[in-house]
């Protein structure tokens, strides 16, 4: 791929665990992916899943503000570790970070932590990126309310932008426990989010870079228009476009053709770890209007071609 201008996330999927050895060994996997990336211009960016490595119902605690016992606060403190060696290391190797975004009834633990990385990490430039998924409603806020404290305490920003993973989860736990749901009324509404997420980073590019993971084609016709209406070289390494591996080529080919910064996401792990992944991307990814009909009328095309040839 990367003959093709297109580069490489390698994507350890593997969450969900409950024991220390696993979250090591994720650590571990996520710190050999760093001296690789460092080795190889084709894998410039490194990413990892909070849940790989920590407790899923740890984080809950924390982010619920419930007091934790003795064992809880030193489990925690090897949560941080995890998070901070990574932050570290991608600092001194000078590789990219994104970190994942998680359940909206863990996420605020999650975004406290990586708040405490970008300030440690990003005083020069963004290496740690947090990600944000705009199907939720308040991530505007969000992002706003960061922009803010970075401008005052002095770093910089790194966003993953993305619609969500976890739309039918949230809505049916919010129904459930009887909360309003954080996800947005419509599609539309979901779109607008993005793409407002998208205007206002650009509008702060000298402070924020942006990894824009869609395979939406209106959205990265939008980050194209807004990079051209701002003078933005394609090449400018504060942004990027970013789609699944298998999924979009039509988009991450033709970008990265105009010299855009383009990268696939490369899940990996044991394929039972991984299945849960895969399939949320799968679920997530049918909400994209067309796309189905649309991947299957560009393979048809070019089976076309091929046979013409």
């Not at 619920?64 to 949560?79: H, M, P, T, Y």
């Not at 406290?112 to 947090?130: D, G, Q």
């Not at 993005?194 to 084609?217: K, P, R, V, W």
Request: net charge neutral; charged share 30%.
């Amino acid at each position: 791929m990367y003959e093709k201008g297109v580069s490489s996330v390698l994507d350890y999927s593997v969450e969900g665990k409950e024991s220390e050895k696993e979250f090591d060994n994720a650590l571990k996997t996520v710190l050999n992916i760093i001296e690789f990336a460092k080795a190889l211009d084709a894998i410039p960016i490194a990413v990892f899943k909070p849940s790989g490595f920590g407790r899923f119902k740890l984080y809950e605690k924390k982010n619920n503000g419930v007091d934790l016992n003795a064992d809880e606060i030193k489990e925690w403190e090897r949560v941080e570790a995890r998070f901070e060696a990574v932050c570290k290391k991608a600092k001194a190797y000078d590789v990219a970070v994104l970190i994942d975004a998680e359940e909206s009834w863990i996420q605020d633990a999650v975004d406290a932590l990586v708040t405490k990385m970008m300030k440690i990490y990003n005083t020069e430039k963004p290496i740690v990126f947090n990600t944000l998924q705009m199907y939720r409603h308040d991530r505007m806020a969000f992002l706003k309310k960061e922009h803010a404290m970075a401008k005052t305490e002095g770093y910089y920003l790194g966003y993953k932008l993305v619609r969500g993973a976890y739309m039918e989860k949230e809505n049916d736990r919010a129904k459930e426990k009887k909360y309003e749901s954080p996800i947005c009324k419509s599609k539309q509404a979901t779109d607008e989010n993005f793409n407002d997420a998208l205007q206002y980073m650009i509008n702060h590019l000298d402070c924020m870079s942006i990894f824009a993971g869609t395979h939406n084609e209106n959205s990265s016709y939008l980050l194209m228009e807004l990079m051209e209406e701002k003078h933005i070289l394609n090449n400018d390494p504060r942004i990027w476009f970013g789609q699944l591996y298998g999924m979009s080529d039509h988009i991450s080919f033709n970008l990265s053709h105009l010299g855009y910064n383009v990268a696939k996401y490369m899940p990996f792990g044991p394929v039972k770890d991984v299945m849960p992944y895969l399939i949320r991307r799968a679920e997530e990814n049918t909400s994209v209007a067309g796309q189905t009909g649309r991947e299957l009328a560009l393979i048809k095309k070019e089976k076309e071609r091929r046979k013409n040839a």
